[in-house]
């Protein structure tokens, strides 16, 4: 029997999205493909939005997962203390942190999502500094919840608050903002030592070390560390929003490694469960680690499933260094594909690092159109950008190398075909 979608129409609400560009009912999902009601398969460069950066269902979590269910293990718990919890910390503390020379952080469970980890952060930085202040940029993305979206660009995303009031935040211009000719750190550094400039002195300045929904733009080494020393000069927190771009998206843990960069501050979500359940958190400095209990605080803060799949996570893929290797080597084969689409569209160029790139085709009417052509033809795959011009791939990272290659040969046909139809359209 098959489901009646008036059923989507008729109870949900309009601010669904997803659903509008995929118009189908989807039963099953395993890696980096999704199978439909009709039995039509799938495959998936969109990955839960990088939620799912391991792929549908891995049968290591799940057969964790589930034995945890069937033996009755807790599945809420507040922020009491679980043998779940401490596995995960445990892991999390031998295979991220210490190798990573980063012993000095402590984890704070935020609420599930991570914009809250973001309001987490920005609540810490003003209690901190005293300051209210907060320094973001354009094109910025960091969350839906008021705090959060006042530090969000996007101005359709800024118009659902429905007021005014969304400030205390400064928006200053992100690394090639004004192309690449133009310094913008050097811009930024001039209206912070200006004392006339009207900026109030910062609390913390925000960045996300490639911008998801921003259109990919992505930072480089030198502006990152410039952002760093900006916000030491002028006593401010350093919060590196790394919840779309880490978790192996960029091609190691952490978008900012290898970089002098020293967050005070990183918010973690989206693929941190490793099995798309709800799980984000805060990492602090200790030293900045400054809540009193229950300052700030969520029902289900710290999702007991989740710390069961994510110790798995941990251990299946962030022991050695052989999965960022694969990671890097499918990076490298992605921006190849990346670039045949870039050469069939005119004036289109690659955005973008590791495994999380894409094209910028110079219209969201075309993007639309490139990714609505790969769903009919078995691709499912986004946009991104002020305009949507960014067609954004977001695969799993332990996707097969033939079916990155399957999903880039329907992208680049897909292309094609729709800049032969605007061609045709033009005459």
Not at 307 to 316: H, I, N, S, Y
Not at 320 to 349: C, I, N, R, W, Y
Not at 363 to 372: L, P
């Amino acid at each position: 029997m098959s489901t009646d979608k008036q059923i989507f129409a008729r109870r949900e609400s309009e601010a669904r999205s997803y659903c509008r560009s995929f118009d189908t009912v989807f039963t099953k999902a395993v890696g980096s493909e999704m199978t439909a009601e009709d039995g039509t398969t799938y495959i998936d460069f969109l990955a839960g939005c990088s939620s799912l950066n391991y792929g549908h269902n891995d049968p290591d979590m799940k057969a964790a997962l589930m034995d945890h269910v069937s033996a009755d293990g807790i599945a809420h718990g507040l922020d009491m203390f679980t043998a779940e919890k401490a596995a995960w910390l445990e892991a999390y503390e031998d295979i991220i942190l210490r190798p990573r020379g980063m012993d000095d952080y402590k984890i704070m469970m935020t609420g599930p999502t991570g914009t809250n980890a973001v309001e987490a952060a920005m609540k810490l930085a003003r209690k901190i500094t005293g300051r209210r202040n907060i320094v973001s940029f354009t094109n910025a993305f960091h969350g839906m919840t008021m705090g959060a979206l006042s530090l969000t660009g996007n101005a359709g995303k800024r118009n659902g608050a429905g007021c005014g009031s969304l400030c205390g935040v400064t928006h200053m211009p992100y690394d090639g903002a004004f192309g690449d000719g133009v310094d913008t750190l050097k811009q930024v550094e001039m209206m912070l030592d200006n004392s006339s400039s009207g900026i109030d002195a910062p609390a913390a300045f925000i960045f996300e070390p490639i911008q998801g929904e921003g259109g990919l733009n992505a930072a480089s080494k030198e502006w990152m560390e410039g952002v760093a020393r900006l916000a030491k000069k002028h006593g401010a927190m350093l919060i590196v929003d790394d919840i779309q771009s880490g978790c192996g998206r960029s091609g190691t843990y952490f978008a900012f490694e290898g970089m002098d960069v020293e967050p005070d501050m990183i918010t973690q979500a989206k693929s941190l469960s490793g099995f798309g359940l709800p799980f984000a958190c805060l990492l602090v400095k200790k030293e900045h680690d400054i809540w009193k209990p229950a300052e700030h605080n969520g029902t289900f803060r710290g999702n007991t499933h989740a710390f069961v799949t994510g110790r798995v996570t941990l251990e299946k893929f962030w022991k050695t260094d052989e999965f960022q290797s694969k990671v890097q080597e499918k990076a490298v084969m992605l921006t190849t594909g990346l670039q045949a689409v870039a050469d069939v569209v005119p004036g289109a160029k690659l955005k973008g690092r590791g495994m999380m790139q894409g094209v910028d085709v110079g219209s969201g009417d075309v993007a639309e159109a490139i990714c609505a052509k790969c769903f009919e033809k078995g691709l499912i795959i986004e946009t991104s950008g002020a305009d949507d011009e960014v067609v954004k791939v977001l695969v799993a990272l332990t996707v097969s190398p033939e079916n990155l290659r399957k999903g880039l040969d329907i992208l680049l046909e897909a292309a094609r075909e729709v800049t032969e139809n605007n061609k045709i359209a033009a005459e």
